[in-house]
T-cell receptor, first 115, second 111 residues
Framework: DAGVIQSPRHEVTEMGQEVTLRCKPI?????LFWYRQTMMRGLELLIY????????DSGMPEDRFSAKMPNASFSTLKIQPSEPRDSAVYFC?????????????FGPGTRLTVL | QQPVQSPQAVILREGEDAVINCSSS?????VHWYRQKHGEAPVFLMI?????EQKGHEKISASFNEKKQQSSLYLTASQLSYSGTYFC????????????FGQGTRLTINP
């Protein structure tokens, strides 16, 4: 298995632009997580899905952030409009079985820089 | 609700031991440990699911003291490959469940 796939790996954009991050979880995994990592705030959970349904989005910073999972093999995290404070590494992770108490497999991350 | 890790950073020589602690002000249902090398994604080490549980992975082991609401990660006879940032995660139940990570402990192993 190729593991969790994220694209793009690096994104540089200007303030105000729309940014879309993509994730393909490991086949057969029921859970998909979006995290943001910064030096100041560490590794934060933004939102997670179970069987394509958003379960907890309390970590989404504000309305500029949105996430979708249209099917079991694809998810997007969109920021519109982007701001410099959104600069971070965004990780997608997936896990299987019917509990959060399982190993999460992280993708390589997308390093976002907003100028 | 974020667990607190200590110390924030450790510098060791190869072969020395280290202990990383993770504590919470709220009841702990489980503790997850991950390691992240610089520029890479976090990688799973182990999960402890109940109080008193101890697990080991090569020379890395962990314990879970449910009553004290804390977990400790033990690295014995550290190797250069152990360098990285170690995160503990705890399951928080507020309506929906979610995993919340501590701030991380940066471990540097020098030859």
């Amino acid at each position: 298995d190729a593991g969790v796939i994220q694209s793009p790996r690096h994104e540089v954009t200007e303030m105000g632009q729309e940014v879309t991050l993509r994730c393909k979880p490991i086949s057969g995994h029921d859970y998909l997580f979006w995290y943001r990592q910064t030096m100041m705030r560490g590794l934060e959970l933004l939102i997670y899905f179970n069987n394509n349904v958003p379960i907890d989005d309390s970590g989404m910073p504000e309305d500029r952030f949105s996430a979708k999972m249209p099917n079991a093999s694809f998810s997007t995290l969109k920021i519109q409009p982007s701001e410099p404070r959104d600069s971070a590494v965004y990780f997608c992770a997936s896990s299987h079985r019917a509990s959060l108490d399982n190993e999460q497999f992280f993708g390589p991350g997308t390093r976002l820089t907003v100028l | 609700q974020q667990p607190v890790q200590s110390p924030q950073a450790v510098i060791l020589r190869e072969g020395e031991d280290a202990v990383i602690n993770c504590s919470s002000s709220k009841a702990l249902y489980s503790v997850h440990w991950y390691r992240q090398k610089h520029g890479e994604a976090p990688v799973f080490l182990m999960i402890l699911l109940k109080g008193g549980e101890q697990k080991g992975h090569e020379k890395i082991s962990a314990s879970f003291n449910e009553k004290k609401q804390q977990s400790s990660l033990y690295l014995t006879a550290s190797q250069l490959s152990y360098s990285g940032t170690y995160f503990c995660g705890t399951l928080v139940i507020q309506g929906a469940q979610k995993l919340v990570f501590g701030q991380g402990t940066r471990l540097t192993i020098n030859p």
